[in-house]
């Protein structure tokens, strides 16, 4: 373990010491060896100590500097904000039963880091293999009620962080945060990307903001990486990670994120489409009442959230070559849909209301 880490490693683990001895009673005999995850935004470290009441687990989560994420982490320090998120809807969801968040343990602001302790359980993203084609009925059964809870937690996450309403600055943080990946999605200089993307695409959302002009936008809590990735299911329901990056948003976007992911499923070659469609189908009815938004709204927020999309195809093209296949196809569909063919927008019927 470099230097550098392993004095990282020794501060936490000090901490953790002194916080479950002044804290919880709890006296910490030793500290088993760390395992480490470098991602590309963060690391995170997974932590074991004996105690004299056995076992305790915990992860930290440690914010990595990256160009892609300046935006927000030059907005606030985003382990304390994570941390006070999740200090706030804890004990919240620990009322509800199948739904919940991981349970924040303390803070390090200096070190960009936060710990909470350890939840037991797989993404969901890796149970798609149950969608594909002759895959287990009775385990994809089970992966439409794991989804139909992740929409279930929305709604009461949702419920939780509250409804407020904000105006005109709200579709300008929109179009500019569409305007930074659009610039990102340059940088690539792809041959797939027509050289006036970023040029149509803000025309057209300068055009959803005159149609709202003053309209109060509807807000609450976003989660802001709301997919597949980062729900855990468990036997007894779903817990979400991660929340890098918590803001106020119109609550349609961590809709989108959800139901943008499983259309990109749908692009798999092995996936069964008709499947992958019960799986949406199943999230949307956990979530229940859909809210209701003015249609530029909604066309903003779909706009950021396939933009995102292109971005992330770009961004991991590489892999075996069906999930290189599936990133092709996905890209080229959010391309169209921001290129003006919009016949696939993911707003279901009857939701929307009229500008």
């Known amino acids: 373990m470099p230097a550098d880490r392993e004095?990282?490693?020794?501060?936490?683990?000090?901490?953790?010491?002194?916080?479950?001895?002044?804290?919880?009673?709890?006296?910490?005999?030793?500290?088993?060896?760390?395992?480490?995850?470098?991602?590309?935004?963060?690391?995170?470290?997974?932590?074991?100590?004996?105690?004299?009441?056995?076992?305790?687990?915990?992860?930290?989560?440690?914010?990595?500097?990256?160009?892609?994420?300046?935006?927000?982490?030059?907005?606030?320090?985003?382990?304390?904000?994570?941390?006070?998120?999740?200090?706030?809807?804890?004990?919240?969801?620990?009322?509800?039963?199948?739904?919940?968040?991981?349970?924040?343990?303390?803070?390090?602001?200096?070190?960009?880091?936060?710990?909470?302790?350890?939840?037991?359980?797989?993404?969901l993203a890796n149970l798609l293999r149950h969608d594909r084609w002759f895959a287990s009925r009775k385990e994809f059964s089970r992966l439409e009620l794991h989804f139909r809870r992740a929409g279930l937690w929305l709604k009461r996450f949702q419920e939780l962080t509250g409804h407020r309403a904000g105006g005109p600055e709200v579709l300008a943080g929109i179009r500019e945060r569409c305007d930074f990946r659009l610039t990102l999605i340059e940088s690539f200089r792809d041959p797939r990307i027509s050289a006036d993307l970023r040029k149509k695409v803000l025309r057209f959302l300068n055009e959803q903001e005159r149609r709202l002009g003053n309209t109060p936008v509807g807000l609450t809590g976003r989660h802001v990486d709301f997919g597949p990735w980062n729900v855990l299911a468990r036997p007894d329901g779903v817990t979400v990670l991660d929340f890098f990056g918590y803001r106020d948003d119109p609550p349609v976007m961590d809709l989108l994120s959800m139901l943008i992911a499983l259309d990109r499923e749908k692009k798999c070659l092995t996936a069964n489409r008709l499947r992958v469609q019960s799986l949406q189908d199943s999230f949307l009815a956990g979530y229940g009442l859909l809210p209701r938004i003015q249609e530029p709204l909604w066309l903003m927020c779909e706009s950021l959230q396939r933009i995102c999309g292109v971005h992330d195809a770009l961004n991991q093209n590489h892999g075996y070559l069906l999930r290189r296949l599936e990133r092709h196809r996905s890209l080229r569909s959010n391309l169209r849909w921001l290129a003006g063919d919009r016949r696939e927008t993911l707003l279901p019927g009857g939701e929307k209301c009229q500008s």
């Not at 020794?10 to 995850?37: M, P």
């Not at 030059?74 to 994570?82: D, I, K």
């Not at 809807?89 to 919940?100: D, I, N």
């Open 7 to 123: 004095r990282f490693v020794q501060l936490v683990q000090g901490t953790l010491t002194d916080h479950l001895h002044r804290n919880v009673g709890i006296n910490v005999d030793s500290w088993d060896e760390t395992v480490t995850c470098h991602r590309s935004y963060s690391t995170i470290s997974f932590l074991q100590c004996r105690t004299s009441q056995g076992l305790r687990r915990f992860v930290a989560k440690t914010t990595a500097p990256h160009a892609e994420n300046r935006p927000v982490n030059e907005e606030a320090n985003q382990a304390v904000v994570e941390f006070n998120i999740l200090s706030t809807l804890y004990p919240r969801f620990a009322e509800f039963e199948a739904t919940s968040i991981p349970e924040p343990v303390l803070v390090l602001p200096e070190l960009n880091t936060y710990v909470m302790n350890y939840v037991s359980g797989e993404p």
